[in-house]
């Protein structure tokens, strides 16, 4: 099992910036990519960003590339992801995930998920 743990949501204005963290403990040895996702109110969950731990490689969604940045420090266990010119769309409930195997960047199926930390950009 794989327990994951997400902070640093807030309330930010329109333009601003948030950095959120996921801290991942127990069996981490066999997770092959880190990722987020995000949920607003009746909407379907979605796929923000991920990171693949070997050799470092992201993906991103097209509504947030150049705006937001995941990142990884494998000897901790953690992933950021760097929020930057925030817009009002971007307000949603941000989950962590993590996946064992290596297909499925984008899809809902991965192994663990985090409780969620809310993002609320106000204009």
């Known amino acids: 099992q794989v327990q994951l743990v997400e902070s640093g949501g807030g309330l930010v204005q329109v333009g601003g910036s948030l950095r959120l963290s996921c801290a991942a403990s127990?069996?981490?040895?066999?997770?092959?990519?880190m990722a987020w996702f995000r949920q607003a109110p009746g909407d379907e969950r979605e796929f923000v960003a991920a990171i693949r731990w070997s050799g470092g490689y992201t993906y991103y969604s097209d509504s947030v590339k150049g705006r937001f940045t995941i990142s990884g420090e494998k000897a901790k266990n953690t992933v950021y992801l760097q929020m930057n010119s925030l817009k009002p769309d971007d307000t949603a409930v941000y989950y962590c995930a993590a996946k064992n195997a290596p297909y499925g960047v984008t899809s809902l199926n991965y192994d663990y998920w985090g409780q969620g930390t809310q993002v609320t950009v106000s204009s």
């Open positions: 127990g069996r981490t040895d066999s997770t092959y990519r």
